[in-house]
C-alpha cells in the first residue's frame, strides 16, 4: 500500500481525530517503526494529536502496554490498541484491520511475504 493512501484510510477511520484522547489529530504514528520493518498499512499507522504523538515517544513502556508501539518482532495487525473511535470516545481495546477498519477482537488476517 502506498503512503497516501493508508494516510486517507487511516483519517477516514479516525474522523480527522486523535485516535488516543479524542482531540484533532495532526500525526501519523508508526506502530511499529519504519527502521524496523513497520510498513503504511492502516494495521500499523494511528493518528495521533502532537501532545500524545510526544508522550508515546517519550514513554515507550507505556505506549507498548497500550499498544501504541510494538516490537519488531511483532505484526501491527495481531497487537490490540487502547484506543478513542469515533463511534465511542472512551478508550477501549480494538485490533486495527488492513482495511481502515478496526474489530473489537482479534480477526486473523493473512499476512504477505
Known amino acids: ?6 494516510r486517507s484510510m487511516v483519517k477516514e477511520r479516525a474522523n480527522g481525530l486523535c485516535e488516543k484522547c ?4 495532526s ?11 513497520g510498513q503504511w498499512c492502516p494495521t500499523n499507522i494511528v493518528l ?5 504523538h510526544h508522550k ?10 497500550d ?5 519488531r518482532c511483532d505484526e501491527p495487525a495481531d497487537i490490540p490498541v487502547v484506543a478513542s473511535t469515533m463511534y465511542n470516545p472512551l478508550p477501549q481495546t480494538v485490533y486495527l484491520t488492513a ?11 493473512s499476512h504477505s511475504s
Do not use: Y
Open 1 to 6: 500500500m502506498n503512503e497516501s493512501l493508508c
Open 22 to 25: 479524542g482531540n484533532r489529530g
Open 27 to 37: 500525526d501519523m504514528h508508526h506502530r511499529k517503526n519504519r527502521s524496523q520493518g
Open 48 to 52: 495521533l494529536c502532537r501532545a500524545c
Open 56 to 65: 508515546i515517544t517519550v514513554n515507550p513502556g507505556l505506549a507498548e502496554e
Open 67 to 71: 499498544g501504541w508501539t510494538v516490537k
Open 99 to 109: 482495511d481502515g477498519g478496526f474489530s473489537f477482537s482479534f480477526v486473523s488476517q
